[in-house]
């Protein structure tokens, strides 16, 4: 991969549609390792209203939304499908993904699906390459590791994960920052959204199931973005007797975007792969078209049921 980015005179560095902190932190990270190598490069994201909360992350401005067409190398993170990608990319394109659902899309993948972040499997291979770390990249790649882990309360949390907070501590990560960003910061449109979620929310099979319905009359009168619908399906959790939490959100081009959450030994990768997504073992997600929102529902709770 190494001899791929030395031979490359112009890398596009890819962070999925509506990124998060991981895959941004992640492109990120490999930003500040370029240009200490005076590469021509890109950072590149298809969606423009990146969520706010990520403006702490380094090089945040240097952010573009058109992939440049000369490029001779891209570099995508965290997009377990190509079209995750949001753009058709004509040039080799090496994939870093930490998903076991990832679709091997690149000419070169690495894929560490024991990782608990994309950062965490650039940090190992930055460990491999002898590559020093400095604090721009320690805040990039912490951030990952924080949001994907939940704050450290993930089931996948380990000393691994804690081998790495501590190194990238030493290294002078904005710890405080990137927790107060991640994890305090809110707007006022997501609040609102938060409460129209909970003020909706359906308790299914005993309360052990628990339904968001995110309509786009929701999203209008909060005034909330796609991703603020997030924290209310993680709060979801921790219900008492809550075991899969899910959410469906009408999105502006009339799919469907499910969301699913659990805790104990459910696997809701397998339930979202039958709708053609994917993720990880307690956190998964699909898109689909040509669907009602309550009748989705109700086919997904008696799906669920066969699995709880």
Same mark, same amino acid.
Request: net charge negative.
């Given at each position: 991969?190494?001899?791929?980015?030395?031979?490359?005179?112009?890398?596009?560095?890819?962070?999925?549609?509506?990124?998060?902190?991981?895959?941004?932190?992640?492109?990120?990270?490999?930003?500040?390792?370029?240009?200490?190598?005076?590469?021509?490069?890109?950072?590149?994201?298809?969606?423009?209203?990146?969520?706010?909360?990520?403006?702490?992350?380094?090089?945040?401005?240097?952010?573009?939304?058109?992939?440049?067409?000369?490029?001779?190398?891209?570099?995508?993170?965290?997009?377990?499908?190509?079209?995750?990608?949001?753009?058709?990319?004509?040039?080799?394109?090496?994939?870093?993904?930490?998903?076991?659902?990832?679709?091997?899309?690149?000419?070169?993948?690495?894929?560490?699906?024991?990782?608990?972040?994309?950062?965490?499997?650039?940090?190992?291979?930055?460990?491999?390459?002898?590559?020093?770390?400095?604090?721009?990249?320690?805040?990039?790649?912490?951030?990952?590791?924080?949001?994907?882990?939940?704050?450290?309360?993930?089931?996948?949390?380990?000393?691994?994960?804690?081998?790495?907070?501590?190194?990238?501590?030493?290294?002078?990560?904005?710890?405080?920052?990137?927790?107060?960003?991640?994890?305090?910061?809110?707007?006022?449109?997501?609040?609102?959204?938060?409460?129209?979620?909970?003020?909706?929310?359906?308790?299914?099979?005993?309360?052990?199931?628990?339904?968001?319905?995110?309509?786009?009359?929701?999203?209008?009168? %909060? !005034? $909330?973005?796609? +991703?603020?619908?997030? =924290? &209310? #399906?993680?709060?979801?959790? *921790?219900?008492? /007797?809550?075991?899969?939490?899910?959410?469906?959100?009408?999105?502006?081009?009339?799919?469907?975007?499910?969301?699913?959450?659990? %805790? !104990? $030994?459910?696997? +809701?990768?397998?339930? =979202? &792969? #039958?709708?053609?997504?994917? *993720?990880?073992? /307690?956190?998964?997600?699909?898109?689909?078209?040509?669907?009602?929102?309550?009748?989705?529902?109700?086919?997904?709770?008696?799906?669920?049921?066969?699995?709880?």
């Amino acid at each position: 991969m190494f001899e791929k980015i030395a031979t490359a005179q112009y890398i596009v560095l890819i962070a999925h549609i509506n990124p998060d902190a991981d895959s941004l932190g992640a492109a990120s990270a490999m930003y500040t390792h370029l240009m200490r190598l005076e590469k021509k490069v890109t950072l590149f994201c298809m969606t423009e209203r990146v969520d706010s909360r990520l403006q702490f992350l380094p090089w945040f401005d240097k952010l573009r939304h058109t992939f440049p067409k000369s490029a001779d190398l891209a570099m995508s993170f965290d997009c377990g499908a190509y079209k995750r990608l949001g753009t058709e990319v004509a040039c080799p394109l090496i994939n870093i993904d930490h998903h076991k659902s990832n679709e091997h899309y690149g000419e070169i993948n690495v894929i560490d699906i024991t990782a608990i972040s994309t950062t965490q499997v650039l940090f190992d291979l930055f460990n491999q390459e002898n590559i020093k770390i400095n604090p721009k990249m320690a805040t990039a790649l912490y951030a990952g590791l924080l949001d994907d882990s939940h704050g450290f309360l993930a089931p996948k949390t380990d000393a691994r994960s804690f081998k790495m907070a501590e190194t990238l501590s030493r290294a002078k990560a904005d710890i405080y920052e990137s927790a107060e960003a991640l994890f305090h910061k809110n707007s006022l449109a997501a609040l609102r959204l938060k409460g129209l979620m909970f003020a909706q929310m359906q308790l299914h099979l005993d309360a052990r199931v628990v339904v968001h319905l995110v309509s786009r009359e929701m999203m209008e009168k %909060s !005034g $909330a973005r796609e +991703v603020d619908c997030e =924290a &209310a #399906l993680e709060e979801s959790t *921790g219900l008492p /007797h809550v075991e899969v939490a899910l959410m469906l959100r009408e999105n502006r081009n009339g799919k469907i975007k499910g969301s699913l959450r659990c %805790s !104990g $030994a459910h696997d +809701v990768e397998k339930l =979202a &792969a #039958l709708h053609g997504g994917g *993720g990880h073992q /307690h956190a998964a997600g699909f898109e689909v078209e040509n669907e009602n929102l309550e009748a989705l529902s109700e086919k997904l709770i008696t799906a669920i049921q066969k699995e709880i």
